[in-house]
Nanobody, 115 residues
Framework: QVRVVESGGGLVQAGGSLKLSCAASGSTFSISVMGWYRQAPRKQRELVAAISSGGITNYADSVKGRFTISRDNAANTVYLQMNSLKPEDTAVYYC?????????WGQGTQVTVSS
C-alpha cells in the first residue's frame, strides 16, 4: 500500500511564492518518477513538473523559470517551489508517484493566487 500526501497550499497574492511538499510512504521501494499536476476549474489535469530518481526534470512551458521541482530520494519526498505566482496558477495541485509502472496520487492541495 502506498500513501501520497501533499501539503503547503494556500492563498497568495500575485507575484508571491509558495512551496509545496509531498511525501510518499508505505511500499515506496523504487519510486521512479515523482511529479506535480494541477487542475483548474473546468479544465483538464495537466503536468506542472516532474523529476526522475536521477534528478532529470521536466516542466510545463507555462511554469519554466518560475517553478522549481526538487526531490529527496531518501525521504521519498518531492517539493515544488513556486515563485512569481500568477492568477492563472490557481488550481488544485496533485502529487504523483510512479512505482513499478503504477501511478499513485495524493488528495490534492488548493493553491489560490489573487490578483
Amino acid at each position: 500500500q502506498v500513501r501520497v500526501v501533499e501539503s503547503g497550499g494556500g492563498l497568495v497574492q500575485a507575484g508571491g511564492s509558495l512551496k509545496l511538499s509531498c511525501a510518499a510512504s508505505g511500499s515506496t521501494f523504487s519510486i521512479s518518477v515523482m511529479g506535480w499536476y494541477r487542475q483548474a476549474p473546468r479544465k483538464q489535469r495537466e503536468l506542472v513538473a516532474a523529476i526522475s530518481s536521477g534528478g532529470i526534470t521536466n516542466y510545463a512551458d507555462s511554469v519554466k523559470g518560475r517553478f522549481t521541482i526538487s526531490r529527496d530520494n531518501a525521504a521519498n519526498t518531492v517539493y515544488l517551489q513556486m515563485n512569481s505566482l500568477k492568477p492563472e496558477d490557481t488550481a488544485v495541485y496533485y502529487c504523483n508517484a510512479v512505482i513499478h509502472g503504477l501511478s499513485y496520487w495524493g488528495q490534492g492541495t488548493q493553491v489560490t493566487v489573487s490578483s
